[in-house]
């Protein structure tokens, strides 16, 4: 097979991206029409057509600039040659002039699953322990140990045991504003679908979080307050004896056969690299549309990372109210980076621009790829939960644990995690397959990348045929057929709350 030397990640592109590592030389033919005219360094735009002044340059399929001058098919595309589209005021954005025609229904597809009583379906069958306070955790812990090692194997239907640790609850401005961001997410958690509705609650007695008023949705039976135990040995006796009925019930728990249209399927990234953008995250976009198609709910976040785009977000939203909540949670979240005293990363490192990322706008629509190409349906503040299907932009950091937390908050029951530079990431509450952007890493972590979509840049797939594969993994892994490989280690991190309110 010959050798590609470029790719064009969306038809509607004019131009490629060289993605051969030595570049391409002058006089080399491109495709029976087009012929390179001089050197294209590696990651670099080479004009598919003739440009004339001003005319534009398409990338993702948006507009990422102007030709400053003509350009003659066939030539590099250097930063210098393109003129930087206005930078997009939240004033003045286009709300639903882009609007997408939904994309063809996808028939056929299914999962196993469990579905709880909420009419939610989870995707892994987990006792959850939910802590109130942080001065419990150390109790809590050891508990965990022991129901792990005691009671677990007893249960063979229950997937594990997940602590979720944080260091709310008190000694916080538990009634500022912004303090119901960490109170939602928390909310929020413990009614996740992977924990069939019966979380253990586990709290102190003196905290500000207090559990019957901040997590109204836990079982009574399921709570345990520490200072109501009589010593050491009862309070972890305590926690170890509900969590034994608690997998009692757990166990009975059985899959059954589910519409697509039941999954909650979040995307995000970290630690990228010149390729994310060409071929992970188009590739992860390509599986977001058919989840999409066959009626799933597909989250996208990371505000910073999408912020420089967002004129092309606010277009693709489905009417002038999703827009508007768009632009609400740009404007908050520039207002919070604004009272910490910095700026966004507007402009593209030094790094970027050697990696071929023109401006601010191609760097953020490399992320935003991960969205696919439908309709944006509804927006989410951090941590709230999904209430629509189809295309969700929900609010949240870009930092991976804090986005992931968020995530969970808002419902997804299995994330997909593109990376180029490489992370251990994974989220022990809910499945995550984790593509890697290019093969290099595929090959030195064999056994912690799920999907190579580095074979996309090499030739030897297609994005749409990542997407698939993508899309196929996600069933086969939402059905617990199979496993990713952070299970596979069961790679635990500590989830991470978002808290833009004060600490007192
Ligand atoms: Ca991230």
Known sequence: MEKRQFIKVNPA??????????????????????????????????????????????????????????????????????????????????????????????????????????????????????????????????????IKRELLPKYPNVDGVVPINHHYGCGVAIDAPEAKVPKRILKNLATHPNFGGELLLVGLGCEKLVPEKYFPDVKKENTVILQSELGFELMVDSIVSKARQCLERLDKRVREVCPVSDLVVGVQCGGSDAFSGITANPAVGYA????????????????????????????????????QKLIDEMAWYDNYLELGGVDRDANP???????????????????????????????????????????????????????????LASGITLQVFTTGRGTPYGLSMVPVIKVASNSELTKKWKNLIDVDAGKIATGDATIEDVGWEIFRLILEIASGNKKAWADYWRIENALCLFNPAPIT
């Open 13 to 146: 592109d004019n131009v490629g991206i060289v993605i051969i590592p030595e570049g391409i030389k002058a006089g080399t033919k491109l495709s029976d029409s087009v012929t390179a005219v001089e050197h294209v360094p590696h990651g670099h735009k080479v004009a598919l057509k003739d440009f004339s002044k001003n005319e534009e340059i398409i990338r993702y399929g948006e507009v990422i600039g102007y030709a400053r001058e003509d350009i003659p098919k066939g030539s590099w595309i250097s930063e210098d040659k393109v003129q930087l589209p206005e930078p997009p005021h939240l004033e003045e954005l286009p709300i639903a002039t882009k609007v997408p025609d939904p994309l063809p229904p996808l028939e056929g597809y299914t999962f196993l699953g469990y579905r709880n009583s909420d009419g939610t379906v989870g995707t892994k069958n987990l006792l959850g322990i939910m802590t109130s306070v942080q001065c419990v955790e150390g109790v809590v812990n050891i508990a965990v140990e022991r």
């Open 288 to 323: 977001a549309d058919l989840l999409v198609r066959a009626g799933a709910t597909v989250l996208f976040s990371e505000v910073t990372e999408v912020r420089d785009g967002v004129h092309h977000l606010t277009a693709r939203a489905i009417n002038q109210e999703v827009g």
């Open 349 to 407: 490192t030094p790094g970027n621009k050697a990696g071929g990322l023109a401006n601010v706008v191609e760097k953020s629509l490399g992320s935003i790829a991960k969205s696919g190409s439908s309709a944006i349906v509804d927006v989410l503040s951090p941590g709230e939960k999904v209430r629509k299907k189809g295309l969700i932009f929900a609010a949240t950091p870009a930092s991976d644990f804090v986005c992931g937390t968020c995530q």
